[in-house]
């Protein structure tokens, strides 16, 4: 009976991240409702821990010393390049062209841009079958480059329309990132003393991700009930939000396909295409959330009704028509 009833809270405990594309949208559906008829103004201050925790459990076995070697290195350029040079300016030439009106909503798709890769660039590159070591490598450097030029990049992407406190981006950076790494790593060599790699990966690490969504989906829940009322009466602003959004994903794909055809063979042209597509939307919308307010985190809300789904349909076209040169 214990045993049953353990199954059954498990299967609960992992439903979430394992139907991460229909849970959003349900989240969001259910925070929309919910803000509609009640003020959730109320638990802003509950973000900024709930993200603290939600990051925590990512970092635990993460290893910063894949980031001081010298493998992969016209990837790790070409894919830096990509997420700090180009894919920034797209993002200023879209809130310059449509955003201009909405300036939080312009700083959720700047932070948006600027915090690339995740656990699900691993992920997804092992599903696509890409150069999962090199993966590794451009997630920890993406993470590290990120977490440092984000609030320069936000003064000069976003400065002149909202105003962007360096001290503050800089504070909340620390405490939703650095904070939570270092927890991380103190807590991954806690359990390497007492388990094997071997029993980590597959007793401890599941867990992880699955802890991680639910404080996703509560940051969802929350910024979308925070903005309910406001949408229902700007409806148009909604669907322009989520027209950038498409709008900025699109061209993302387009570059790192081109990109990646033209520089690199198949599997590290699809680490390519994962590490520059893929942002980090759970230390996103923390930071938007906590440094710039609701709105901002809407925006980058809209964002994972997209990523999840466009990388899964990338991989079924790719296995069809093939976009990269295989080696030989």
Do not use: C
Request: proline share 4%; no cysteine.
């Amino acid at each position: 009976m214990k045993e049953n009833k353990l199954s059954y809270l498990k299967q609960w405990f992992f439903w979430p991240s394992k139907n991460i594309v229909l849970v959003i949208p349900l989240i969001l559906l259910a925070g929309f409702l919910t803000g509609i008829w009640i003020d959730t103004g109320s638990l802003k201050q509950m973000i900024l821990p709930i993200t603290m925790l939600m990051i925590y459990p990512t970092m635990i076995g993460f290893r910063g010393r894949e980031v001081f070697n010298f493998n992969h290195g016209k990837l790790l350029l070409t894919v830096m390049g990509l997420n700090f040079l180009i894919i920034p300016l797209i993002a200023y030439l879209l809130g310059t062209g449509f955003l201009l009106a909405e300036p939080q909503l312009f700083a959720g798709l700047a932070i948006t841009a600027l915090l690339p890769t995740s656990n699900m660039t691993i992920a997804f590159t092992m599903l696509a079958k890409g150069n999962v070591p090199a993966s590794i490598k451009m997630t920890t450097t993406g993470l590290l480059l990120g977490s440092f030029l984000a609030p320069w990049y936000l003064y000069l992407m976003v400065g002149k329309y909202v105003p962007v406190d360096i001290l503050l981006t800089l504070k909340t950076i620390a405490l939703v990132i650095l904070i939570p790494l270092i927890l991380g790593m103190l807590t991954y060599d806690l359990l390497m003393k007492r388990y094997s790699q071997e029993q980590f990966q597959k007793k401890i690490k599941p867990y992880l991700p699955a802890a991680s969504t639910w404080g996703l989906l509560l940051i969802i829940f929350i910024s979308m009930s925070m903005n309910a009322r406001r949408i229902l009466q700007h409806l148009d602003v909604f669907a322009i939000a989520l027209g950038v959004q498409l709008l900025f994903y699109g061209a993302n794909y387009l570059l790192s396909i081109l990109v990646g055809r033209k520089l690199f063979k198949e599997k590290d042209a699809l680490t390519l295409v994962f590490s520059t597509v893929l942002r980090n939307l759970s230390i996103s919308i923390g930071l938007a959330a906590t440094a710039f307010g609701a709105n901002a985190a809407l925006m980058v809300s809209l964002a994972f009704l997209i990523q999840a789904q466009a990388s899964a349909w990338f991989i079924k076209i790719n296995e069809k028509r093939s976009f990269f040169e295989k080696p030989a």
